[in-house]
């Protein structure tokens, strides 16, 4: 449910000064009751000229004032930001790969983002598809594993604010003329795997589907489900067929741009079997192609 609830986020703040509001509080963008707010992208309309401050507040938070507020309608809220807009820096994605033996002109990309919001340490937005990107690769050497296509790990930098590190990415593989096979992400937390997402043609997803006997055993069984990852979605766009692994959602967002986002909350054997996965899924599109 979070794509279609983020637009009171996203858009709220100048919808609502449209109609003469001088702040907006959101509830945020969480299942659970606690006292953890979430935070989380938004933007202004240029065509709405009233810029107005706008916040996220728990959910235990948003329970509270609602039922202040059918209590008395007329209450009073006190409302100070200190947030403020600062320059852009310049920064990078970070790039290894492992060459293909037979194919090395046709490429397999998996990844995840570097950056992540202020109010935790982003382990599972996204630096648990950071290391799971890495330990493709990681495992691959491990094995002696010598890959007939090319992988590349990509550890995007600026998904949250702009998806400015997949854009330079799918612009230089265009004026490169480079060719991408499939574009993998990790952007859904360090939970158990159960699957895939995909996007593309169909003749694709039959093709996956043939390789689940191969997959169950790693408790890998959704290959149903659309989707992409955000940093590789300017790859979609120029046609390269996407998926993204598909773990456990049920925890997901508990920590979701929230202070609970921490090292701490990452389980080892669960970021591991999602490593694994992909890396089982990956050899079996660089011995096949895809």
Known sequence: AYGKAIDQRWKGPSIAAKFG???????????????????????????????????????????????????????KFFLKMSCERLPDEKSFNVIGELKGSEHPEEIIVVGGHLDSWDTGDGAHDDGAG???????????????????????????????????????YA?????????HILAIESDRGGFAPRGFTFTGPAEKREQ??????????????????????????????AGVPVMEL???????????H??????????????????????????LVSEHGF
């Not at 790990?153 to 600026?158: D, G, L, Q, S, T």
């Not at 043939?210 to 979605?233: A, C, M, N, R, T």
């Not at 598909?246 to 979701?256: A, G, L």
Request: charged share 25%.
């Open 246 to 256: 598909y773990p456990d959602p049920q925890r997901y967002f508990d920590y979701h």
């Open 258 to 283: 929230a202070s609970t986002d921490k090292f701490d909350g990452i389980n080892k054997r669960e970021l591991e079997m999602g490593a694994g996965s992909l890396a089982a899924l990956i050899y």
């Open 171 to 179: 612009e230089l593989a265009k004026q490169n003329n480079e060719k």
């Open 130 to 168: 950071v290391v799971q990107a890495m330990e493709v690769i990681h495992i691959m050497k491990s094995l002696g594993i010598k890959p007939k296509r090319t992988i590349r790990a990509v550890a995007f930098m600026n998904e949250e604010n702009g998806v400015r590190g997949g854009k330079k």
């Open 21 to 75: 509001a001088v702040a907006t509080i959101c509830r945020s963008m969480t299942t659970d009751i606690n006292d953890f707010p979430h935070t989380g992208s938004m933007t202004y309309f240029d065509s709405i000229p009233q810029k107005i401050p706008a916040c996220a507040i728990s959910t235990w938070g948003a329970e509270y004032l609602s039922d202040l507020l059918r209590e008395d309608p007329q209450v």
């Open 208 to 237: 996956l589907k043939k390789w689940k006997p191969l997959l169950i055993p790693y408790g890998l069984y959704d290959f149903e489900q659309e989707g992409g990852g955000v940093d590789i979605s300017p790859l979609e766009k």
